[in-house]
């Protein structure tokens, strides 16, 4: 098994896991998926945050830190893995140091903004990209969605400004462009191209009662 597929399936048997804890935020699931591909032994190394200066990267048109959510190592070859977790609001009570809270809790915040967020799943399989590119020791990587907010499963409509960034299940094209240049988020998230096709298979499981959605693509 190559060290994609390797760790494409053990991403998966993650979400897939039964009886799962809700977690609370990006950083959350980055820590909590970390852990858990370190326990299955099949790394040599499972690191966070790790920082490439965006300066070698060719064409890299945003000018910002690029730190990679979790990068695996299994001999001389690295996988980069990118985490996008997007939520809407939901309430409900806690258990904390084995004693039930009483009131209810925003457990998942209302995010919103999806097609931001759409842009910044899209944006990680551009840099994946470059990444890969750059360095001789990184054959591939992957990009991983996961939310509660069933829009970004939905069709987007040709007129809408980010159309080119959908997410719908099935196959999308190269181009990432907004399609009303003069908008605040075309001026704020610039439009960039993808080097090849990729396709999106959404998966469904739910976490302490809560519907879970998620994606993982390989680069």
Not at 61 to 75: P, Q, V
Not at 109 to 123: C, H, I
Request: aromatic share 12%.
């Amino acid at each position: 098994m190559t060290l994609v597929e390797q760790a494409k399936a053990d991403i998966q048997q993650y979400l897939d896991r039964k009886n799962g804890e809700l977690l609370f935020n990006e950083r959350d699931l980055q820590m909590h998926l970390a852990l858990h591909l370190i326990s299955t032994g099949h790394y040599n190394d499972v690191d966070v945050e790790y920082y490439v200066p965006f300066e070698e990267l060719d064409n890299y048109i945003w000018k910002n830190e690029l730190k990679l959510d979790i990068l695996l190592c299994k001999g001389d070859e690295f996988l980069p893995v990118e985490l996008k977790y997007k939520t809407k609001k939901h309430s409900q009570q806690l258990t904390r140091f084995k004693e039930h809270l009483e009131r209810q809790i925003d457990v998942l915040k209302n995010q919103g903004a999806q097609d931001l967020g759409m842009y910044d799943f899209w944006k990680d399989v551009r840099r994946v990209e470059l990444v890969r590119n750059r360095f001789a020791a990184v054959k591939s990587g992957l990009a991983v969605f996961v939310t509660n907010d069933s829009q970004y499963l939905n069709a987007t409509r040709k007129t809408s400004n980010n159309y080119l960034f959908s997410m719908e299940e099935g196959l999308h094209g190269t181009t990432r462009h907004w399609q009303q240049p003069e908008s605040t988020c075309a001026k704020t998230h610039p439009d960039f191209d993808l080097e090849k096709e990729y396709t999106i298979k959404w998966n469904h499981n739910a976490y302490e009662g809560v519907d879970f959605h998620y994606c993982i693509v390989e680069i």
